[in-house]
């Protein structure tokens, strides 16, 4: 089956620790993104990658990293320097061209700093 | 900047109680409309893309309309398991990345 994968479910990390959260896609899509959900917010673009080796910063890159080495991965470090890790991330892949820009989401890393 | 916004926060109906969602949006340039569902604890599941003004598109229970401010998304006779919180997203067309609202949470009661 195709689709995105995010591992683990859920991750716990005491403060001042990086972490780095997962995400694969056999979908053979070009573009991955990830986001990042508040309770009762809406999806925050964290970074996303329109092609292999090249990556941009969304509306709130401090304190995250991401590298694009293969099409198929697009990890995510939340890095000591996040002010407020906790959260529910999600991770997705589109087409990115004409006429499927629609984007498909991952089951999500729920991400819990103590 | 693109801005959207979702109304109401909140919806309550009872089964067969039809309704509809509001996503207002600005964008210099529209390239499309998303709809998504998400259920608690999960990731966003597609429903829609919408073009331009004017266009329709159904799926089961789900109708989605769009015009050159908003979108709707009309539940018609909903039941128990199109709970969720709804979402809508738009993508500007000199950009592949979206702006999401806050969403729309819909209970639908037996």
């Known amino acids: 089956d195709g689709g995105i994968t995010q591992s683990p479910k859920y991750l716990f990390r005491k403060e001042g620790q990086n972490v780095t959260l997962s995400c694969e896609q056999n979908?053979?899509?070009?573009?991955m993104y990830w986001y990042r959900q508040d309770p009762g917010q809406g999806l925050r673009l964290i970074y996303y990658?329109?092609?292999?080796?090249?990556?941009q910063k969304g509306d709130i890159a401090e304190g995250y990293s991401v590298s694009r080495e293969k099409k198929e991965s697009f990890p995510l470090t939340v890095t000591s320097a996040q002010k407020n890790p906790t959260a529910f991330y999600l991770c997705a892949s589109s087409i990115g061209t004409p006429p499927d820009y629609e984007q498909y989401f991952g089951p999500g890393t729920r991400l819990t700093v103590t | 900047e693109d801005q959207v916004t979702q109304s109401p926060e909140a919806l309550r109906l009872q089964e067969g109680e039809s309704s509809s969602l509001n996503c207002s949006y600005t964008v210099s340039g529209l390239r499309g409309l998303f709809w998504y569902r998400q259920d608690p604890g999960k990731g966003p599941e597609f429903l829609f893309t919408?073009?331009?003004a004017g266009e329709e598109k159904e799926k089961e229970r789900l109708k989605a309309t769009l015009t050159k401010k908003e979108s709707f998304l009309h539940i018609t006779a909903p039941k128990p398991e199109d709970s969720a919180t709804y979402l809508c997203?738009?993508?500007?067309?000199?950009?592949?990345?979206?702006?999401f609202g806050e969403g729309t949470q819909l209970t639908v009661n037996p």
């Open positions: 979908l053979n899509h070009d573009a």
């Open positions: 997203a738009v993508q500007e067309t000199s950009g592949s990345r979206l702006t």
């Open positions: 990658s329109q092609i292999v080796n090249d990556f």
């Open positions: 919408l073009y331009s």
